[in-house]
């Protein structure tokens, strides 16, 4: 268990925190590309690591993540117009592109000292794997390649992308996928049900069975250069043993060991909204084959 300093250290990852400073050094999701399908549509919030954001497709098709209040007066550019490659205010009439800098000022003379001088906060963003990725540290530091997960390479019917809000710290909710030993009770259905829930095929019903029937599985972990994988045997039938393997990627990726030979694989990236809320971006992928409707 951790200590509580260490989980303070850990689930702490607003601005200026160590957690946040360590994170804001990764390119890490911020939306799915299909919230942003249209250029010049309607604009999308974010939040990440304490920082309230917007996010918009500009008429080139470019993805921008902004501070969400116009310089002028602080409105709100949610309600803004997104047209002609910018975020319009409609209070004045300002105008943002992706890069944050104001470019039309309708209420200032063309003369005075600040036109064409003011800007605001924006962070870097690119598009792969359906995903919407944003670098929020310093320009300097930024890593030039996104994360090689392999599920972004492939053609789109071989994935699908989703994700959803955990409200929890991203810590708490990661542990999950790496402690297989929670999988013999919170997701076994009870002893009752007949047939363990009635199982599509011969390997789901010996996975239940074997996850049932060994609720204390050892662990072995194996470090390498981008995070470490982390294993855990059961006991299965005669001398055999069931292993369930995950693969943790730095700074919050990982790959569920749900996949028997033939299945779908699943992974996940755990983003921080705040302290108490995150993101966990979800994709399931078969390299060799387009996903079944099933």
């Given amino acids: 268990m951790l200590s509580a300093a260490d989980n303070e250290l850990l689930t702490r990852t607003g601005p200026g925190t160590p957690m946040g400073e360590y994170l804001r050094r990764y390119w890490l999701p911020v939306a799915l590309s299909r919230e942003l399908a249209e250029p010049d ?4 919030r974010v939040e990440i ?32 117009r997104n047209e002609e490659n910018g975020i319009r205010c409609i209070y004045h009439g300002w105008k943002y592109d992706v890069e944050g800098r104001c470019i039309e000022m309708p209420n200032v003379p063309p003369g005075a000292a600040y036109h064409g ?16 990725w944003a670098y929020l540290g310093p320009r300097e530091r930024m890593p030039q390649a996104l994360p090689s997960l392999e599920f972004a390479g492939l053609p789109p019917a071989h994935r699908y992308v989703s994700k959803r809000l955990q409200q929890c710290n991203w810590a708490q909710s990661m542990e999950g996928t790496l402690d297989t030993a929670h999988f013999s009770f919170l997701h076994m ?11 599509a095929t011969a ?30 045997a059961r006991r299965a039938d005669g001398d055999q043993s069931y292993w369930r393997a995950t693969q943790f990627m730095l700074p919050s ?30 994709y399931a992928w078969h390299p060799d084959r387009p996903l079944s409707a099933e």
């Fill in 117 to 132: 001088k003011i800007a605001i906060k924006a962070y870097p963003t690119r598009e792969a794997g359906e995903l919407v």
């Fill in 189 to 199: 259905p009870a002893p009752s049900v007949s047939n363990y829930a009635n199982p």
């Fill in 203 to 232: 390997a789901d019903e010996s996975r239940l069975r074997w996850l049932r029937d060994d609720p204390m599985p050892r662990f072995t972990i194996l470090e390498h250069e981008v995070g470490f994988v982390v294993g855990g």
């Fill in 253 to 282: 990726h990982a790959v569920a060991p749900s996949a028997m030979p033939g299945e779908f694989f699943q992974g996940y990236t755990w983003v921080p909204m705040h302290d108490e809320a995150c993101w966990i971006y979800t």
């Fill in 41 to 44: 549509g309607a604009p999308l």
């Fill in 49 to 80: 690591l304490g920082e309230k954001l917007l996010a918009f497709r500009d008429t080139q098709g470019r993805v921008g993540l902004i501070e969400p209040a116009c310089a002028h007066r602080r409105a709100d550019l949610f309600y803004g």
